[in-house]
């Protein structure tokens, strides 16, 4: 049995304190402290086999946490370096429409469209419009706040300039932002998996982000989730909360999180910690929500009113059911599917879509609570908001950013990743035939081929889905278990011993006792170089 540091210790004291894990079977001599995809992941083991195997036992200072003297060419520069080429790559990508002069549909057949560009207009603030004051705004505030604070100093230096593109410099200031939170994003995974610093290349090489980095102002959310969660890991709740609730007030989705950091509260007995970073989100929230509220009710209105008037939107669960029902049904009174009638019947379709989402809350509630060993917090956090997208009746080409970093914390497997990638960017090409066909009024691509399209993203993200809950029920298969004593991300939950209810409970509904000790929440560990169990 592996014996977890008393709770409040962060994993750079623990390394320094513990030195190297001690071998187990199978495990390097000296023991292995940073783990090496090669060797731990089945997929790259495979493709290594093409360049001469898997990374040696014994590479010279391969295997420890500090590099060696003299050596700059460390996993997290070649990461960071890897997110810069990516966004360089996007920066590329989006160039033939940072001048705002879409003609002939150069923004779809280039696939270059962003909402950034076209919302600098749309939003009034190519006029000098105050958001939310002076034009309604459809986004949550701090992305409202930003688009204020770069957009009108734009507009004012090129108000008595007009040889000055505006849209070209409120664009590029954006995507310099963005690109800035991306880079830190992946920095603050390379500080939450100190041992695992590969994992971070999922991020900094996802196809998707090289596609939909600065397609909207996504990476706010996500680069404030990050955070809040690093603040978390280092148990400062308070700061977590406030991080947490500056991203859920730019998209919702960062409040998310509170359902998985509650129900890992509750089972691990840390309600205070919990509490705290409950409430500072939701006063956070409030907080930055209040002026807006105030002072310019109706542009505050705005996003509210649209999700609840919004129509099925493309590729998503509800509009795959459309077309499918128009195979059947002619779509009009008397004759219509079961899809097809929600489509007229918004109010309905928001209740289901809600009624779905709480429903599949309360099933990774249970999970949460009746797993053999306490779930992950990256984990549970990855299922909620899979089962928002999943279940939602909008799902935005960017909105796949959403899911990236919290997969890459929940389950770092490149074989499924790359599966949903490569559906990603088949969704992603697809989408753009539906845009440029919408536009012209002249069919790109085949209907059936977008559909099949979505479907295919639809089923990666339910795989992704299923193999998470597989790694909670088998904890064993749980690769970042295999490296770290219990949850990285865990924050006062890791290496805390469940309440003595949960094992009561679990005794009664399952009627066999828990594989996890009443004083003890560390099971033994895989070592990090023994053979891959899945992929």
């Known amino acids: 049995m592996s014996v977890q540091p008393p709770n409040g210790i962060d994993e750079a004291e623990r390394d320094e304190a513990a030195g190297p894990p001690a071998a187990g079977p199978g495990a390097a001599p000296d023991g292995v402290l940073v783990d090496h995809p090669s060797r731990s992941d089945a997929f790259v083991r495979g493709l290594s086999e093409s360049i001469g195997g898997p990374l040696g036992r014994h590479a010279a200072g391969q295997d420890r946490l500090a590099p060696r003297p003299g ?3 460390t996993a997290a520069r070649i990461v960071l370096a890897l997110i810069c080429l990516s966004l360089a790559a996007h920066w590329v990508q989006k160039s033939p429409c940072m001048d705002g002069g879409w003609h002939s549909n150069i923004q779809y057949t280039k696939f270059c469209y962003t909402d950034v560009l ?3 207009y749309a939003e009034g603030l190519n006029e000098g419009k105050v958001p939310y004051r002076d034009h309604p705004v459809e986004y949550p505030v701090v992305t409202g706040y930003f688009m204020g604070v770069l957009g009108l100093p734009v507009h004012a230096l090129g108000a008595d300039r007009p040889e000055l593109n505006q849209a070209m410099w409120f664009y590029n200031a954006n995507a310099l932002v963005l690109c800035a939170l991306a880079v830190a994003t992946v920095a603050t995974i390379l500080a939450l998996r100190r ?7 999922m991020f900094a090489l996802a196809p998707a982000l090289v596609l939909t980095a600065t397609v909207n102002w996504d990476m706010l959310p996500i680069a404030f989730a990050a955070f809040g969660l690093f603040a978390w890991v280092r148990q400062r709740p308070l700061l977590a909360g406030l991080l947490l609730g500056i991203g859920a007030a730019a998209k919702m989705w960062p409040l998310f999180l509170l359902g998985p950091i509650l129900v890992l509260g509750l089972r691990s007995a840390r309600i205070r910690a919990t509490m705290i970073a409950i409430f500072t989100t939701l006063a956070t929230i409030v907080a930055l929500n209040l002026p807006v509220y105030y002072f310019a009710y109706d542009g505050w209105r705005r996003f509210f009113d649209l999700n609840s008037e919004r129509a099925i ?3 998503t669960l509800w509009y795959i059911g459309r077309y499918l029902d128009g195979k059947w049904f002619a779509g009009v009174a008397g004759d219509q599917g079961p899809f097809q009638w929600l489509s007229a019947n918004i109010p309905t379709l928001n209740m289901l879509s809600y009624a779905l989402f709480g429903l599949a809350c309360v099933g ?3 999970l949460a609570m009746l797993a053999p060993r306490r779930p992950r917090l990256a984990a549970l956090a990855f299922l909620v908001v899979a089962a928002f997208l999943i279940f939602s009746k909008v799902w935005s080409q960017q909105f796949t950013l959403w899911l990236l970093p919290l997969i890459v914390l929940a389950r770092p497997r490149w074989g499924a990743f790359l599966v949903w990638q490569a559906a990603e960017v088949g969704y992603f090409l697809a989408f753009y035939g539906q845009l440029l066909g919408a536009s012209t009024g002249t069919q790109v691509i085949p209907e059936g081929v977008f559909v099949l399209a979505a479907t295919f993203r639809l089923a990666a993200v339910v795989a992704l889905v299923v193999f998470v809950i597989r790694d909670i029920l088998r904890p064993e298969l749980d690769v970042v278990r295999g490296t770290y004593l219990d949850d990285p991300d865990g924050g006062v939950f890791d290496g805390a011993p469940d ?3 949960v094992h009561r409970i ?8 828990d594989s996890q000790p009443e004083d003890d929440s560390v099971a033994d560990v895989r070592p990090l170089d023994a053979e891959p169990v899945d992929r």
Not at 195 to 201: G, I, K, S, V
Not at 506 to 513: H, K, N, Y
């Open 499 to 501: 309440a003595a209810w």
């Open 506 to 513: 679990r005794r009664r509904l399952l009627g066999r006792p």
């Open 195 to 201: 041992r695992r610093p590969w994992d971070a290349a």
């Open 313 to 315: 939107d493309w590729g």
């Open 118 to 120: 076209a919302l600098y």
């Open 364 to 366: 990774i509630g249970a």
């Open 71 to 73: 050596r700059f060419w």
